[in-house]
């Protein structure tokens, strides 16, 4: 199972939106409503910020959104915080019963 | 407060075999799905295993099929990865995590395995 495509990094100044892709197949990200976004920051485990392509947990914060067309999903802050630099990774669950995650991308906020 | 600690990690020689446990607190452990994820140094995550909460599904990946095994004890919320036959690219930091649906909503600090010679 080949990882989902991230871009390596995106960058953005306090304030501004920006949108990160996660480009799978139609055996992955097309084909189930299973994708999820993690954000990690140096040296910490993974925290859950979107499920099921739109969804968030209870206490993330309602600048985080999630979407999905077709292969490709996005995830896009807004009212970008310094706080928000760190690593974002995707995530789809699989029809061979199995998880694939993204290469992960590096946010900057300038 | 909701936790999962894994234990375990240590250097290894290639060829050699390790064990590590993931414990888990405050939440129903025995009703819950469970996972190994690693992250190799300075790369992205990758899932590993997947078990179900009775133990009667079990999935993982085909880079550790036949290597690794996922096991649990629920009397004890602990959970186990068994791996055998370690190379150097299996060198990362191991995350037990839970996963409700088909995300991974409460992960572990981490452990590090490090196969060397």
């Keep these: 199972q080949s990882a989902l495509t991230q871009p390596a990094s995106v960058s953005g100044s306090p304030g501004q ?3 990160i892709s ?16 993690y954000q990690q920051h140096p ?9 099921d392509v ?25 009212g970008l915080l310094p706080e ?17 995650f993204g290469g992960g991308t590096k946010l900057a906020v300038l | 407060e909701v936790q999962l600690v894994e234990t375990g990690g240590r250097l290894v020689q290639p060829g050699g075999s390790l064990r590590l446990s ?15 994820v690693r992250q190799a140094p300075g790369k992205g995550l990758e899932w590993l295993s997947y078990i179900s909460s009775s133990s009667l599904s079990i999935y ?17 919320n602990s959970l186990y990865l068994q791996m055998n036959s370690l190379r150097v690219e299996d060198t990362a930091v191991y995350y037990c995590a839970r996963s409700q649906l ?6 572990g600090q981490g452990t590090m395995v490090t196969v060397s010679s």
């Design chain 2, 60 to 76: 993982q990946a085909d880079s550790v099929k036949g290597r690794f095994t996922i096991s649990r004890d629920n009397a004890k």
């Design chain 1, 54 to 78: 739109f969804k968030r947990p209870s206490g993330v914060s309602d600048r985080f959104s999630g979407s999905k067309s077709g292969n490709a999903a996005s995830l896009t802050i807004s």
């Design chain 2, 102 to 107: 088909a995300a991974f909503d409460i992960w």
């Design chain 1, 22 to 37: 996660c480009t799978g197949t139609s055996s992955d990200v097309g084909g189930f409503n299973y994708v999820s976004w």
């Design chain 2, 22 to 36: 993931c414990t888990a607190s405050a939440f129903t452990f025995s009703s819950s799905n469970m996972n190994w």
């Design chain 1, 17 to 19: 939106s920006i949108t």
């Design chain 1, 43 to 51: 040296g910490k485990a993974p925290k859950l910020i979107i499920y």
């Design chain 1, 84 to 100: 928000d630099e760190s690593d974002y990774y995707c995530s789809s669950y699989t029809s061979r019963s199995s998880w694939v």
